[in-house]
């Protein structure tokens, strides 16, 4: 109705400046979040996106418009029990401008609970789970730390994204590189939740100060559209030898269509990496970027 009776109607308004998210009511992996700088940008993201499939095979029946939250994202994973909550990981996310969208999940790296952004991110995640009534079980929960004032960039405020009642996705994927780190994963301190009350009081109320190791998650992007030929042997053998190499999947078929990727069902792929030295993982994660540009995909 807002946008009916506000925008839809009149044409004037075009060009009128805003900062605004358009994004499906149900749907995963930032497909069809749209970032939208005009109000005539918004009128065409929300008639692109209602009535279309969204990537989980969906019907959208309606869109969420939402404020564009400047700063950097992070996400929160927690275990509850009888409203009390345990922070079991804490990941930073790389996301920047690509192919044309304009934020793209390139990775995400777990953080030691000493990092100076975590002791605001989880007095927040606390409250917001209080809130919500999320009492038992885990939750994944995405956060910004937005400058409320664009004088002030260091005094940054968290506000949420949005958060879901369940352990963290992508397949369990991450759980191998938490328990390197952190010597622990969210879904086995779910188990101890439902199943074990002793253990999961036992558990500390935050990962380790410093990390066992440096963890990430490197996503496999591609940035040329047409048919998978093949996959670079020698450009695979190149990352799968990168010290911090720890495992990899291929998401994508050979002989089938590929296009660039926009949001997480457009990956070609994931890497696990940890090192005991950061900076080795973020030479080895910048060594993977390269080759998704130069020589990983064979697409014609």
């Known amino acids: 109705a807002w946008l009916e009776s506000e925008w839809r109607l009149d044409a004037a308004r075009d060009e009128e400046p805003c900062l605004l998210i358009v994004k499906p009511l149900e749907s995963a992996g ?5 970032k939208c700088e005009t109000v005539g940008q918004v009128k065409r993201a929300v ?15 309606g869109v969420l418009v939402q404020e564009f939250l400047q700063g950097t994202e992070y996400v929160v994973d927690s275990v509850s029990r009888n409203g009390v909550h345990k922070v079991v990981a804490i990941w930073v996310y790389d996301r920047r401008p690509t192919n044309g969208a304009s934020f793209v ?46 004088k002030q960039p260091d ?9 879901g009642a369940r352990c963290h996705g992508a397949e369990g994927f991450w759980i191998s590189i938490a328990k390197e780190c952190c010597r622990d994963d969210q879904a086995t301190a779910a188990l101890d939740a439902y199943l074990d009350p002793a253990r999961f009081d036992e558990r500390p109320p935050l990962p380790p100060p410093t990390l066992h190791a440096s963890g990430c998650i490197k996503y496999l ?7 998978l030929q093949a996959v670079d042997q020698k450009a695979l053998a190149t990352l799968t030898s990168l010290p911090s190499y720890r495992g990899h999947e291929i998401f ?19 890497v696990k990496l940890t ?3 950061q900076a080795q993982r973020d030479a080895d994660y910048a060594v993977i970027a390269r080759l998704c540009l130069d020589s990983l995909w064979i697409i014609v």
């Open 30 to 34: 930032s497909d069809g979040v749209t």
């Open 252 to 270: 994508l078929d050979l002989g089938k269509p590929v296009i660039p990727t926009k949001d997480c069902f457009s990956w070609g792929g994931c």
């Open 47 to 61: 008639e692109r996106l209602v009535g279309s499939v969204n990537g989980l095979g969906q019907v959208n029946e």
């Open 105 to 150: 999940l390139h990775g995400q790296a777990l953080l030691g609970s000493a990092d100076p952004v975590v002791a605001p991110l989880v007095a927040y995640a606390e409250t917001v789970l209080d809130a919500l009534h999320l009492e038992h079980g885990p939750a994944h929960m995405e956060v910004k730390l937005c400058p409320p004032d664009l």
């Open 155 to 163: 005094r940054l405020t968290p506000c949420l994204v949005e958060v």
């Open 275 to 277: 090192h005991l030295d």
């Open 221 to 227: 992007l591609t940035h040329k559209a047409g048919t």
